[in-house]
Protein backbone atom coordinates (compact mmCIF):
# COMPACT_ATOMS: atom_id res chain seq x y z
CA UNK A 1 0.00 0.00 0.00
CA UNK A 2 1.35 3.55 -0.94
CA UNK A 3 2.01 6.36 1.56
CA UNK A 4 -0.94 8.23 0.23
CA UNK A 5 -3.14 4.95 0.39
CA UNK A 6 -2.59 4.47 4.44
CA UNK A 7 -2.77 8.29 5.19
CA UNK A 8 -6.36 7.86 3.18
CA UNK A 9 -6.83 4.77 5.26
CA UNK A 10 -6.04 6.47 8.27
CA UNK A 11 -8.07 9.51 8.26
CA UNK A 12 -11.23 8.02 9.01
CA UNK A 13 -9.21 6.77 12.23
CA UNK A 14 -9.61 8.86 15.30
CA UNK A 15 -6.80 10.02 16.80
CA UNK A 16 -5.24 8.30 20.03
CA UNK A 17 -2.09 9.70 21.15
CA UNK A 18 -1.42 13.87 21.54
CA UNK A 19 0.36 15.31 24.12
CA UNK A 20 -2.37 16.74 26.12
CA UNK A 21 -2.02 12.47 27.33
CA UNK A 22 1.37 13.07 28.54
CA UNK A 23 2.04 9.60 26.95
CA UNK A 24 4.39 9.85 23.75
CA UNK A 25 3.88 6.33 21.82
CA UNK A 26 7.00 4.86 19.84
CA UNK A 27 7.16 2.09 17.56
CA UNK A 28 10.38 -0.52 17.15
CA UNK A 29 11.04 -2.74 14.25
CA UNK A 30 12.85 -5.33 15.73
CA UNK A 31 11.62 -7.44 18.57
CA UNK A 32 14.06 -7.07 22.07
CA UNK A 33 15.02 -10.75 23.55
CA UNK A 34 15.36 -9.71 26.99
CA UNK A 35 15.20 -6.34 28.45
CA UNK A 36 17.93 -6.88 30.79
CA UNK A 37 20.82 -4.74 28.96
CA UNK A 38 23.47 -7.62 29.71
CA UNK A 39 21.24 -10.14 28.27
CA UNK A 40 20.25 -8.79 24.15
CA UNK A 41 22.58 -6.88 22.02
CA UNK A 42 20.11 -5.24 19.82
CA UNK A 43 19.91 -1.48 19.39
CA UNK A 44 16.55 -1.66 21.06
CA UNK A 45 18.10 -3.16 23.70
CA UNK A 46 20.56 0.08 23.94
CA UNK A 47 17.94 2.62 23.98
CA UNK A 48 16.29 0.82 26.83
CA UNK A 49 19.44 0.56 28.69
CA UNK A 50 19.95 4.32 28.39
CA UNK A 51 16.56 5.02 29.32
CA UNK A 52 16.04 2.95 32.58
CA UNK A 53 19.81 2.45 34.02
CA UNK A 54 22.70 4.57 34.36
CA UNK A 55 26.51 4.07 34.37
CA UNK A 56 29.17 4.97 36.10
CA UNK A 57 30.40 7.71 33.46
CA UNK A 58 27.84 9.62 30.55
CA UNK A 59 29.76 10.34 27.40
CA UNK A 60 28.18 13.40 25.56
CA UNK A 61 27.36 12.68 22.34
CA UNK A 62 27.52 16.21 21.61
CA UNK A 63 31.12 17.13 23.01
CA UNK A 64 32.13 13.72 23.91
CA UNK A 65 33.12 14.89 27.01
CA UNK A 66 33.09 12.33 29.80
CA UNK A 67 31.00 13.41 32.86
CA UNK A 68 30.29 11.56 36.50
CA UNK A 69 26.84 9.70 36.36
CA UNK A 70 26.72 7.03 39.12
CA UNK A 71 30.63 8.26 40.00
CA UNK A 72 31.51 11.86 41.10
CA UNK A 73 35.06 10.90 39.97
CA UNK A 74 37.12 8.98 39.30
CA UNK A 75 41.17 8.34 39.13
CA UNK A 76 43.72 6.03 37.79
CA UNK A 77 45.11 3.93 40.87
CA UNK A 78 47.71 2.00 38.31
CA UNK A 79 47.29 0.68 34.80
CA UNK A 80 45.08 -1.76 35.58
CA UNK A 81 42.84 -0.31 38.67
CA UNK A 82 40.47 1.98 38.55
CA UNK A 83 39.07 3.89 41.82
CA UNK A 84 35.49 5.45 41.80
CA UNK A 85 33.78 8.02 44.07
CA UNK A 86 30.19 7.31 44.21
CA UNK A 87 27.41 10.18 43.95
CA UNK A 88 25.31 9.84 47.47
CA UNK A 89 21.30 9.99 47.98
CA UNK A 90 20.49 8.01 44.75
CA UNK A 91 17.73 5.57 45.12
CA UNK A 92 16.25 2.90 42.69
CA UNK A 93 13.31 2.66 40.84
CA UNK A 94 12.39 0.12 43.89
CA UNK A 95 13.86 2.08 47.02
CA UNK A 96 16.71 0.47 47.11
CA UNK A 97 19.86 2.58 47.95
CA UNK A 98 22.72 2.72 45.49
CA UNK A 99 25.98 2.53 47.17
CA UNK A 100 29.45 0.41 46.40
CA UNK A 101 27.53 -2.64 46.74
CA UNK A 102 25.57 -2.52 43.94
CA UNK A 103 28.57 -1.38 41.59
CA UNK A 104 30.52 -4.24 43.21
CA UNK A 105 27.80 -6.99 42.63
CA UNK A 106 27.35 -5.40 39.19
CA UNK A 107 30.60 -6.25 37.84
CA UNK A 108 31.51 -9.30 39.67
CA UNK A 109 28.66 -10.63 38.03
CA UNK A 110 28.89 -9.45 34.17
CA UNK A 111 32.83 -10.39 34.41
CA UNK A 112 32.24 -14.16 35.27
CA UNK A 113 31.85 -15.48 32.10
CA UNK A 114 29.79 -18.27 33.39
CA UNK A 115 26.53 -15.95 33.70
CA UNK A 116 26.49 -15.78 30.01
CA UNK A 117 26.44 -12.23 29.30
CA UNK A 118 25.57 -12.04 25.30
CA UNK A 119 28.35 -9.46 24.22
CA UNK A 120 31.66 -10.93 26.47
CA UNK A 121 33.44 -7.87 24.36
CA UNK A 122 31.56 -5.23 26.88
CA UNK A 123 32.54 -6.76 30.12
CA UNK A 124 35.67 -9.48 29.62
CA UNK A 125 38.00 -6.84 30.37
CA UNK A 126 37.14 -6.62 33.71
CA UNK A 127 38.29 -9.02 36.41
CA UNK A 128 36.65 -7.62 39.37
CA UNK A 129 35.15 -4.92 41.74
CA UNK A 130 36.29 -4.11 44.99
CA UNK A 131 34.51 -2.13 48.09
CA UNK A 132 36.34 0.38 50.10
CA UNK A 133 33.65 1.96 51.60
CA UNK A 134 30.28 2.09 50.84
CA UNK A 135 30.86 5.19 48.13
CA UNK A 136 34.56 4.12 47.31
CA UNK A 137 35.14 1.60 44.62
CA UNK A 138 37.69 -0.05 42.41
CA UNK A 139 37.33 -1.63 39.30
CA UNK A 140 40.60 -3.96 38.78
CA UNK A 141 40.87 -5.15 34.98
CA UNK A 142 42.41 -8.21 33.82
CA UNK A 143 44.90 -6.35 31.76
CA UNK A 144 46.03 -2.48 30.28
CA UNK A 145 42.96 -1.35 28.92
CA UNK A 146 42.87 2.17 27.93
CA UNK A 147 39.13 1.96 26.20
CA UNK A 148 37.61 1.25 30.11
CA UNK A 149 36.46 4.96 30.54
CA UNK A 150 34.78 4.73 26.45
CA UNK A 151 33.00 1.18 28.29
CA UNK A 152 31.92 2.29 31.03
CA UNK A 153 30.28 5.57 29.66
CA UNK A 154 28.54 2.67 27.82
CA UNK A 155 27.01 -0.62 27.97
CA UNK A 156 28.33 -0.77 31.56
CA UNK A 157 25.34 -0.59 33.52
CA UNK A 158 24.99 -0.34 37.45
CA UNK A 159 21.75 -2.73 38.77
CA UNK A 160 20.70 -3.28 42.56
CA UNK A 161 22.44 -6.11 44.13
CA UNK A 162 19.80 -7.16 46.25
CA UNK A 163 17.21 -7.04 43.46
CA UNK A 164 19.52 -8.69 40.75
CA UNK A 165 20.71 -11.64 43.37
CA UNK A 166 17.12 -12.62 43.91
CA UNK A 167 15.78 -12.63 40.70
CA UNK A 168 18.52 -12.55 37.68
CA UNK A 169 18.27 -11.32 34.59
CA UNK A 170 15.02 -13.29 33.71
CA UNK A 171 13.30 -11.31 36.56
CA UNK A 172 15.15 -7.91 35.36
CA UNK A 173 14.04 -8.82 31.77
CA UNK A 174 10.62 -8.99 33.26
CA UNK A 175 10.30 -6.01 35.70
CA UNK A 176 13.44 -3.87 34.84
CA UNK A 177 14.95 -1.63 38.07
CA UNK A 178 17.49 0.61 37.61
CA UNK A 179 18.63 4.62 39.02
CA UNK A 180 17.49 5.99 35.21
CA UNK A 181 15.18 8.94 34.34
CA UNK A 182 12.79 6.46 33.58
CA UNK A 183 11.05 3.39 35.26
CA UNK A 184 9.34 0.18 33.80
CA UNK A 185 5.74 0.21 34.76
CA UNK A 186 5.03 -2.79 32.25
CA UNK A 187 6.76 -5.36 30.20
CA UNK A 188 5.10 -7.51 27.77
CA UNK A 189 7.91 -9.76 26.48
CA UNK A 190 8.97 -8.90 23.08
CA UNK A 191 5.90 -6.32 22.22
CA UNK A 192 4.72 -3.85 24.87
CA UNK A 193 7.15 -1.61 27.01
CA UNK A 194 5.25 1.50 29.06
CA UNK A 195 8.32 3.63 30.70
CA UNK A 196 7.46 6.18 33.39
CA UNK A 197 9.10 9.56 33.90
CA UNK A 198 11.34 9.28 37.43
CA UNK A 199 10.08 11.63 39.71
CA UNK A 200 13.15 11.40 41.95
CA UNK A 201 15.88 10.99 39.34
CA UNK A 202 19.33 12.48 40.15
CA UNK A 203 21.27 15.22 38.75
CA UNK A 204 22.32 13.08 36.01
CA UNK A 205 24.17 14.52 33.00
CA UNK A 206 21.80 12.74 30.93
CA UNK A 207 19.26 15.95 31.68
CA UNK A 208 15.78 15.70 33.07
CA UNK A 209 13.23 13.55 31.62
CA UNK A 210 10.16 15.83 30.45
CA UNK A 211 7.93 13.36 28.90
CA UNK A 212 5.85 11.87 31.60
CA UNK A 213 5.11 8.12 30.13
CA UNK A 214 6.72 6.56 26.90
CA UNK A 215 4.56 3.96 25.52
CA UNK A 216 6.75 1.45 23.01
CA UNK A 217 5.05 -1.28 20.97
CA UNK A 218 7.20 -3.83 18.82
CA UNK A 219 5.28 -3.29 14.90
CA UNK A 220 7.63 -5.25 12.61
CA UNK A 221 5.46 -3.95 9.16
CA UNK A 222 7.10 0.03 8.89
CA UNK A 223 4.07 0.41 6.89
CA UNK A 224 1.43 -0.76 9.99
CA UNK A 225 3.93 1.97 11.61
CA UNK A 226 3.23 4.56 9.17
CA UNK A 227 -0.53 3.77 8.88
CA UNK A 228 -0.90 3.97 12.73
CA UNK A 229 1.19 7.41 12.48
CA UNK A 230 -1.04 8.70 10.43
CA UNK A 231 -4.33 7.43 12.20
CA UNK A 232 -2.60 9.06 15.59
CA UNK A 233 -1.98 5.80 17.50
CA UNK A 234 1.91 6.51 17.03
CA UNK A 235 3.88 9.63 17.71
CA UNK A 236 7.15 8.63 16.42
CA UNK A 237 8.42 5.74 14.38
CA UNK A 238 12.70 5.32 13.87
CA UNK A 239 14.91 3.07 11.42
CA UNK A 240 12.26 4.32 8.51
CA UNK A 241 13.50 2.96 5.05
CA UNK A 242 14.84 6.13 3.22
CA UNK A 243 12.73 5.99 0.18
CA UNK A 244 9.08 6.15 2.85
CA UNK A 245 10.89 8.83 5.03
CA UNK A 246 11.23 10.80 1.57
CA UNK A 247 7.91 10.42 0.56
CA UNK A 248 6.73 11.36 4.18
CA UNK A 249 8.43 14.30 4.24
CA UNK A 250 7.36 15.46 1.09
CA UNK A 251 3.85 15.34 2.78
CA UNK A 252 4.50 17.89 5.00
CA UNK A 253 2.46 16.45 8.09
CA UNK A 254 5.31 15.45 10.42
CA UNK A 255 9.00 16.27 11.34
CA UNK A 256 11.60 13.82 9.38
CA UNK A 257 14.90 13.69 10.85
CA UNK A 258 17.75 11.80 9.13
CA UNK A 259 21.24 11.14 10.96
CA UNK A 260 24.21 9.05 10.71
CA UNK A 261 24.81 6.36 12.84
CA UNK A 262 27.79 4.15 14.01
CA UNK A 263 26.17 1.02 12.46
CA UNK A 264 28.32 -0.59 9.74
CA UNK A 265 26.31 -3.11 7.86
CA UNK A 266 28.70 -6.27 6.63
CA UNK A 267 29.01 -9.62 5.03
CA UNK A 268 30.64 -11.95 6.84
CA UNK A 269 31.82 -15.53 5.59
CA UNK A 270 32.59 -18.80 7.05
CA UNK A 271 36.70 -18.31 6.19
CA UNK A 272 37.28 -20.98 9.08
CA UNK A 273 34.99 -23.55 8.29
CA UNK A 274 33.13 -23.92 11.29
CA UNK A 275 29.33 -24.34 9.24
CA UNK A 276 30.24 -27.26 8.06
CA UNK A 277 29.11 -26.41 4.72
CA UNK A 278 30.68 -29.05 2.22
CA UNK A 279 32.16 -28.23 -0.41
CA UNK A 280 32.82 -24.84 1.34
CA UNK A 281 34.07 -22.04 -0.97
CA UNK A 282 34.63 -18.99 2.01
CA UNK A 283 37.75 -21.10 3.10
CA UNK A 284 39.29 -19.74 -0.25
CA UNK A 285 40.62 -16.44 -0.55
CA UNK A 286 39.73 -15.77 -3.87
CA UNK A 287 36.22 -16.57 -3.39
CA UNK A 288 36.26 -14.36 -0.11
CA UNK A 289 38.06 -11.23 -2.74
CA UNK A 290 35.53 -12.05 -5.40
CA UNK A 291 32.30 -11.32 -3.13
CA UNK A 292 34.42 -8.54 -2.02
CA UNK A 293 34.38 -7.12 -6.03
CA UNK A 294 30.96 -8.31 -7.01
CA UNK A 295 28.84 -6.04 -4.88
CA UNK A 296 28.33 -2.43 -5.95
CA UNK A 297 28.09 -1.19 -2.59
CA UNK A 298 28.51 2.37 -4.01
CA UNK A 299 24.88 2.37 -5.43
CA UNK A 300 23.77 0.35 -3.01
CA UNK A 301 24.17 3.53 -1.01
CA UNK A 302 23.15 6.11 -3.53
CA UNK A 303 20.29 4.04 -4.39
CA UNK A 304 18.54 2.64 -1.40
CA UNK A 305 20.41 3.70 1.95
CA UNK A 306 20.99 7.74 1.07
CA UNK A 307 21.04 10.21 3.83
CA UNK A 308 24.36 10.51 5.77
CA UNK A 309 25.35 6.65 4.53
CA UNK A 310 29.11 5.97 2.92
CA UNK A 311 30.99 3.08 1.95
CA UNK A 312 33.23 1.35 4.20
CA UNK A 313 36.21 -0.83 3.72
CA UNK A 314 37.18 -1.71 7.70
CA UNK A 315 35.45 -4.14 9.63
CA UNK A 316 34.85 -0.84 11.92
CA UNK A 317 33.45 2.78 11.75
CA UNK A 318 35.69 5.45 10.45
CA UNK A 319 35.64 7.69 13.73
CA UNK A 320 36.31 4.84 16.12
CA UNK A 321 39.65 5.49 17.25
CA UNK A 322 42.25 2.93 16.00
CA UNK A 323 39.94 2.50 13.08
CA UNK A 324 42.37 3.46 9.90
CA UNK A 325 41.34 3.51 6.82
CA UNK A 326 45.07 2.47 5.23
CA UNK A 327 43.35 -1.03 4.12
CA UNK A 328 43.06 -3.04 1.18
CA UNK A 329 39.95 -1.72 -0.80
CA UNK A 330 37.78 -3.39 -3.70
CA UNK A 331 35.65 -1.18 -5.88
CA UNK A 332 33.26 -2.70 -8.04
CA UNK A 333 34.92 -5.24 -10.42
CA UNK A 334 32.20 -8.06 -11.41
CA UNK A 335 35.18 -9.04 -14.26
CA UNK A 336 37.68 -9.42 -11.59
CA UNK A 337 35.15 -11.14 -9.24
CA UNK A 338 34.45 -14.00 -12.02
CA UNK A 339 37.86 -14.44 -13.37
CA UNK A 340 38.81 -15.10 -9.37
CA UNK A 341 35.69 -17.81 -9.35
CA UNK A 342 37.45 -19.41 -11.98
CA UNK A 343 40.60 -19.68 -10.62
CA UNK A 344 39.58 -20.99 -7.30
CA UNK A 345 37.73 -23.63 -9.89
CA UNK A 346 34.36 -22.44 -9.58
CA UNK A 347 34.39 -20.65 -13.17
CA UNK A 348 30.52 -21.75 -13.33
CA UNK A 349 29.84 -19.98 -9.90
CA UNK A 350 27.98 -22.15 -6.93
CA UNK A 351 25.08 -21.83 -4.65
CA UNK A 352 24.74 -20.60 -1.13
CA UNK A 353 22.85 -19.87 1.89
CA UNK A 354 22.77 -15.93 2.58
CA UNK A 355 21.29 -15.59 6.49
CA UNK A 356 19.85 -12.17 7.13
CA UNK A 357 17.50 -10.55 9.86
CA UNK A 358 16.78 -7.21 8.81
CA UNK A 359 16.69 -4.80 5.35
CA UNK A 360 15.42 -7.21 2.69
CA UNK A 361 15.77 -4.89 -0.15
CA UNK A 362 19.58 -3.86 0.71
CA UNK A 363 20.07 -8.34 0.98
CA UNK A 364 18.21 -8.62 -2.41
CA UNK A 365 21.02 -5.67 -4.34
CA UNK A 366 23.62 -8.08 -2.46
CA UNK A 367 22.22 -11.56 -3.53
CA UNK A 368 21.24 -9.63 -7.27
CA UNK A 369 25.18 -8.96 -7.77
CA UNK A 370 26.27 -12.14 -6.47
CA UNK A 371 24.14 -13.61 -9.04
CA UNK A 372 25.61 -11.80 -11.63
CA UNK A 373 29.15 -12.83 -11.32
CA UNK A 374 28.01 -16.51 -10.63
CA UNK A 375 27.13 -17.08 -6.95
CA UNK A 376 23.22 -18.28 -6.68
CA UNK A 377 22.19 -16.74 -3.09
CA UNK A 378 19.22 -18.24 -1.56
CA UNK A 379 17.80 -15.55 1.14
CA UNK A 380 17.23 -16.89 4.93
CA UNK A 381 15.34 -14.94 6.90
CA UNK A 382 15.28 -15.26 10.40
CA UNK A 383 14.61 -13.26 14.03
CA UNK A 384 18.16 -11.59 14.87
CA UNK A 385 18.24 -13.33 18.51
CA UNK A 386 18.13 -16.91 16.27
CA UNK A 387 20.41 -15.94 13.54
CA UNK A 388 22.84 -14.44 16.61
CA UNK A 389 22.40 -17.83 18.45
CA UNK A 390 23.04 -19.84 15.13
CA UNK A 391 26.35 -17.35 14.45
CA UNK A 392 27.79 -18.53 17.59
CA UNK A 393 27.45 -21.71 17.34
CA UNK A 394 29.61 -21.49 14.19
CA UNK A 395 26.55 -22.28 11.57
CA UNK A 396 26.22 -19.85 9.53
CA UNK A 397 28.24 -19.78 6.10
CA UNK A 398 27.27 -16.33 4.65
CA UNK A 399 25.92 -13.73 6.67
CA UNK A 400 24.34 -10.34 5.95
CA UNK A 401 24.48 -8.46 9.50
CA UNK A 402 24.93 -4.93 11.01
CA UNK A 403 26.89 -3.93 14.14
CA UNK A 404 26.71 -0.54 16.20
CA UNK A 405 29.47 -1.18 18.15
CA UNK A 406 26.98 -0.17 21.48
CA UNK A 407 27.71 3.40 20.10
CA UNK A 408 31.41 2.76 22.07
CA UNK A 409 33.77 4.99 19.64
CA UNK A 410 36.51 3.11 19.92
CA UNK A 411 37.66 0.28 17.36
CA UNK A 412 38.27 -2.39 19.74
CA UNK A 413 34.24 -2.63 20.49
CA UNK A 414 33.92 -3.75 16.70
CA UNK A 415 36.81 -4.92 15.22
CA UNK A 416 37.64 -7.33 18.50
CA UNK A 417 34.37 -8.28 19.14
CA UNK A 418 34.58 -10.15 15.79
CA UNK A 419 38.23 -11.07 15.22
CA UNK A 420 39.34 -12.39 18.44
CA UNK A 421 39.02 -16.04 18.68
CA UNK A 422 35.59 -15.59 20.53
CA UNK A 423 31.94 -17.00 19.28
CA UNK A 424 31.40 -14.75 16.24
CA UNK A 425 35.00 -15.00 15.01
CA UNK A 426 34.58 -16.46 11.54
CA UNK A 427 38.07 -15.96 10.36
CA UNK A 428 40.44 -17.96 13.63
CA UNK A 429 43.18 -15.78 12.47
CA UNK A 430 45.90 -16.20 14.94
CA UNK A 431 48.14 -13.61 13.79
CA UNK A 432 44.97 -11.00 13.72
CA UNK A 433 44.60 -12.19 17.07
CA UNK A 434 48.06 -11.24 18.46
CA UNK A 435 47.87 -7.51 16.81
CA UNK A 436 44.35 -7.15 18.46
CA UNK A 437 46.08 -8.50 21.89
CA UNK A 438 48.24 -5.65 21.93
CA UNK A 439 46.12 -2.86 20.19
CA UNK A 440 43.61 -3.43 22.93
CA UNK A 441 45.87 -3.55 25.81
CA UNK A 442 48.65 -1.05 25.02
CA UNK A 443 48.15 2.76 26.77
CA UNK A 444 50.68 4.24 23.79
CA UNK A 445 47.97 5.83 21.40
CA UNK A 446 50.53 5.93 18.17
CA UNK A 447 51.25 1.94 19.42
CA UNK A 448 47.80 0.76 19.29
CA UNK A 449 47.27 2.94 15.75
CA UNK A 450 50.25 0.47 14.38
CA UNK A 451 48.18 -2.68 15.79
CA UNK A 452 44.83 -1.64 14.85
CA UNK A 453 46.52 -0.99 11.30
CA UNK A 454 48.48 -4.47 11.08
CA UNK A 455 44.89 -6.40 12.41
CA UNK A 456 43.25 -4.74 9.85
CA UNK A 457 45.41 -4.77 6.78
CA UNK A 458 45.41 -8.45 7.50
CA UNK A 459 41.33 -8.63 8.10
CA UNK A 460 41.00 -6.83 4.48
CA UNK A 461 44.03 -8.39 2.60
CA UNK A 462 42.51 -12.30 3.46
CA UNK A 463 38.92 -10.34 2.83
CA UNK A 464 37.28 -12.10 5.87
CA UNK A 465 34.64 -9.83 5.43
CA UNK A 466 32.71 -7.41 2.97
CA UNK A 467 32.43 -4.07 4.97
CA UNK A 468 29.82 -2.54 3.06
CA UNK A 469 28.15 0.52 4.70
CA UNK A 470 27.59 3.03 7.54
CA UNK A 471 24.06 3.17 8.17
CA UNK A 472 21.85 6.71 8.83
CA UNK A 473 18.78 6.60 10.54
CA UNK A 474 15.24 8.35 9.63
CA UNK A 475 12.77 9.96 12.48
CA UNK A 476 9.62 10.70 11.99
CA UNK A 477 7.25 11.97 14.74
CA UNK A 478 4.52 14.23 14.83
CA UNK A 479 5.28 18.06 14.80
CA UNK A 480 4.31 18.78 18.41
CA UNK A 481 7.19 16.72 19.46
CA UNK A 482 10.74 18.51 19.88
CA UNK A 483 13.65 15.96 19.49
CA UNK A 484 16.95 16.47 17.88
CA UNK A 485 18.26 13.01 16.86
CA UNK A 486 22.30 12.50 17.93
CA UNK A 487 24.89 10.39 15.40
CA UNK A 488 25.00 7.47 17.78
CA UNK A 489 21.77 5.67 16.45
CA UNK A 490 20.32 5.77 20.23
CA UNK A 491 17.01 7.32 21.01
CA UNK A 492 16.94 9.41 23.90
CA UNK A 493 13.86 9.73 25.76
CA UNK A 494 15.44 12.14 28.01
CA UNK A 495 15.92 14.52 24.81
CA UNK A 496 12.22 14.42 23.96
CA UNK A 497 9.71 17.23 24.41
CA UNK A 498 6.55 18.60 23.75
CA UNK A 499 5.96 21.39 21.72
Not at 275 to 293: C, L, Q
Request: proline share 5%; aromatic share 12%; with cysteine.
Amino acid sequence: MTIAALALAAAAGEAMADKASGTLYAGFTKELENVDSYFNSSREGVVMQRAIWDGLIYRDPETNEYKGNLAESWTWVDDTTLEFKLRQGITFHNGEPFNADDVVYTVNFVADEANGVKTQRNVNWMKSAEKIDDYTVRIHLKEKFPAAIEFLSGPVSIYPNEYYAEVGPSGMGLKPVGTGPYKVVEVVPGQHFVLERNENYHDSPKGQPKIEKIDIRTIPDVNTQIAELFSGSLDLIWQVPADQAQKLEQMGQFTVANESTMRVGYISMDAAGRSGMNPNPFTDVRVRKAVNYAIDRQAIVDNLLKGKSKVVNTPCFPSQFGCVQDVTVYDYNPEKAKALLAEAGYDKGFETDLYAYRDRDYAEAVASYLSEVGIKVNLKYMQYSAIRELNMKGEVPFNFSTWGSYSINDASAMVSQFFKLGSLDDARDETVVADLDVADTTTDPAKRIEYYTKALQRITDQAYWVPLFSYNTNYVFKTDVDYTPTPDEVLRFTTMSWK
